[in-house]
């Protein structure tokens, strides 16, 4: 499969999906913080535990042709499962990630796509849209309020 040029971009969603109802304050807080978002690469990029969480995932999606990054940040797996052939999308509430994402995604021979949202409020997306979906590390954590 030939990779297209990256033309990463950010989708605008409606405000209403980027609530922050299901977030602590001091989570938001986190989430907003431009200085997390920038020392984010330099703490947790180029691990062993990287390359590790990515062969897992590509073995338990074998055969997928889409995926869904939930909680997306600096964009390190959505990326590298577009470079796989997939049809990538990350999802993040935060736009500091996001932007994070969307700079690294543009060096990339893949399209990406990023959505800024609530990962608890995807409401906007169909069931079927993708054939599946990871979330990483602690984001589902980071949810509160939520049952069933």
């Known amino acids: 499969m030939t990779c297209r040029p990256s033309r990463a971009r950010v ?19 986190y989430v907003n913080s431009s200085a997390v978002a920038a020392e984010y690469d330099a703490t947790y990029a180029n691990t062993p535990l990287f390359e590790f969480d990515t062969a897992v995932i590509a073995e338990a999606a074998q055969g997928a ?3 869904l990054d939930l909680g997306c940040g600096t964009g390190r797996h959505v990326i590298a499962f577009a470079k796989r052939g997939m049809k990538a999308v990350g999802v993040d509430l935060s736009p500091h990630m996001l932007a994070l994402a ?9 399209r990406v796509s990023l959505v800024q949202a609530n990962i608890a409020d995807l409401g ?25």
């Open 102 to 110: 969307q700079a690294k995604a543009r060096s990339e021979p893949c």
């Open 11 to 29: 989708w605008a969603v409606r405000t209403d999906h980027t609530t922050t109802d299901s977030l602590a304050s001091t989570t938001w807080q």
């Open 65 to 67: 042709q889409s995926i």
């Open 124 to 148: 906007f997306l169909r069931d079927d849209t993708f054939d599946c979906a990871v979330s990483m590390f602690s984001t589902i954590g980071l949810i509160q309020g939520r049952t069933g």
